[in-house]
């Protein structure tokens, strides 16, 4: 078990160069928030952390599992919640999570009883009979951060989870997810644009154009500056040179 | 093995629980074939002279010619429509799901594919049941053998679906695969007209015609109607099947990385 480590790992499309030799390290149990601007080489980060596609150029392993060398084990341990929902709104919250269940190999008792943990980690247990397109907004993305632990993975990984909410559901989510990673000892990945989302104490990566900046506590990176002028700061600063 | 077995299940029980829930699709899908059979045909039958040809012991009235014409034709359209659902991000978003199975992708895909391709299939037969009550009626031995020749033919025209799903980035709509890939396929084939027919007005149209995999798996199914075994067709269509397959999968391999695309 170690976490998540990306070495020297580089893509482009096409000509476009998307991410120059990335380097990072997320240590298991570790709350790490992914920060960039749009257009930063988030997404592609997370396409191919979640293989999507692959790159020849750099390393990603997960859980001490290389993911392009042993692809099925490193999945295993991955959990993921897309950018872009994901569910199927006509069905219900419960039959969305018997069918991810099965998309891992669960069946029968082993699924309901992995769905029924899940669920009551979100606190959306009295919701399964529901169907998704009756949820709001921050039910479903609940529903989907639930779904994507019904493995139970080492690793989480999160896309800008919390677009389209508002800052109440926001801020719950997002405290959720620490709370998870601190009491399931879980290494979380949280890619977003929004500086408030992000503790003192988390591990910040720092990612503009491509390129990673930063690498450390937010604390440290920040200083005595807000976040957010901090973040600012560097991504216009090398905007401009 | 188990995990495969759970997979495929849930994977062909999404399919048809979304099947369900789109009723109008359902419905639109029987029309076309419908309307081609009883518009388009009847007003053919007075035109177009059949001679007896195999599977044909005796002289057949050009509806009853189409059927399996059609038939290929509910499984040409769902092949391309259910694969190329995948091209829209809201699909997009369901297959990135899939993909991060732990099970081998090349499984997946091809769950995903027979998936499709049963929900094809019991449209296929609905529309034979619509065509019996019109009057168009095959032995009972026919409706039995025929289940395996579109069980290939879906298979076959889910791959391209698929093959196209994975090199096609954005697709503004579905009238450029209708123009590009469904028209050609469905017009140069035997499907609405025997291809000696057709050899008699041109002969490049034939030959492209009996080079056209649809034909094939038109001309599978029609001879399996008819409890018939057509092995040349029985070899395109399967030849089409794998070739088609290994494109699909080399399209979702994400080393070559055709499903790459901003965002």
Known sequence: MSGLRVDQLSFAYGRKQALREVSF????????????????????????????????????????????????????????????????????????????????????????????????????????????????????????????????????????????????????????????????????????????????????????????????????????????????????????? | MKPFVVVLIAIVAREARRFVGQRSRFIAALIRPLLWLVVFAAGFRAALGLSITPPYETYTTYETYIVPGLCGMILLFNGMQSSLSLVYDREMGSMRLLLTSPLPRWWLLFCRLLASTSISILQVYTFLGITALYGIRFEAAGYLSVLPALLIAGLMLGALGLALSSFIKQLENFAGVMNFVIFPMFFLSSALYPLWKMAESSELLHDICAANPFTHAVELIRFALYGQFNMSALLWTCGAALILLAIALWGYDPARGMIRRKG
């Open chain 1, 25 to 241: 390290h997320i240590p298991q149990g570790s709350f790490c928030a992914l920060l960039g601007p749009n257009g930063a080489g988030k997404s592609t980060l997370f396409a191919l952390l979640t293989r999507l596609f692959t790159s020849r150029d750099g390393t990603i392993e997960i859980a001490g599992h290389d993911l392009s060398q042993a692809p099925r084990k490193a999945l295993k341990q991955m959990g993921v919640v897309f950018q872009q929902p994901t569910l199927d709104l006509d069905l219900t919250v419960h039959r969305n999570l018997t069918y991810f269940a099965a998309l891992h190999g669960f069946s029968g008792r082993d699924a309901n009883t992995r769905i029924e943990a899940a669920l009551d980690r979100l606190n959306m247990r009295e919701r399964q009979k529901e169907t998704v397109r009756d949820l709001n907004g921050g039910h479903r993305r609940r529903l989907e951060i639930a779904r994507s632990l019904i493995h139970t993975p080492s690793v989480l990984l999160l896309d800008e989870p919390t677009v389209g909410l508002d800052a109440a559901t926001r801020k719950s989510i997002t405290d959720h997810i620490h709370a998870l990673s601190q009491s399931e000892g879980l290494t979380v990945l949280w890619a977003t644009h929004l500086t408030d989302e992000i503790q003192d104490t988390d591990q910040l990566l720092i990612l503009h154009q491509g390129r990673l900046l930063e690498d450390g506590t937010a604390q440290a990176l920040r200083g005595t500056q807000p976040l957010a002028d901090h973040f600012l700061s560097l991504t216009e600063e090398s905007t401009v040179a």
